[in-house]
């Protein structure tokens, strides 16, 4: 059964990895975690396989890495950040 992770409980799930941690490490980890968002959902594996990046140094390195390779709806619309006005 696949676990489900809201985007902003994603940072605690990688913080559990031991870095450097490479591409196929994160996939084994994560297989089962589907990422929830406001619009809808996604295997974290199909995002991990997006990334071009073979090495990830740190939670940080990987956690930005996720966050450049999700769907556009799944952060917010351009425009809609609470600084624009």
Do not use: C, H, W
Not at 21 to 29: M, S
Not at 55 to 78: C, I, M, Q, R, W
């Amino acid at each position: 059964m696949a676990r489900e992770l809201k985007l902003n409980e994603l940072r605690s799930e990688l913080d559990t990895l031991t870095y450097p941690a490479t591409r196929e490490d994160v996939l084994a980890e994560f297989d089962d975690v589907v990422l929830r968002f406001a619009d809808g959902d996604e295997r974290l594996g199909d995002v991990v396989e997006r990334i071009t990046e073979d090495v990830f140094v740190s939670p940080d390195d990987l956690e930005a890495a996720v966050y450049n390779n999700l769907p556009t709806e799944a952060v917010g619309e351009p425009g809609q950040s609470e600084g624009d006005g």
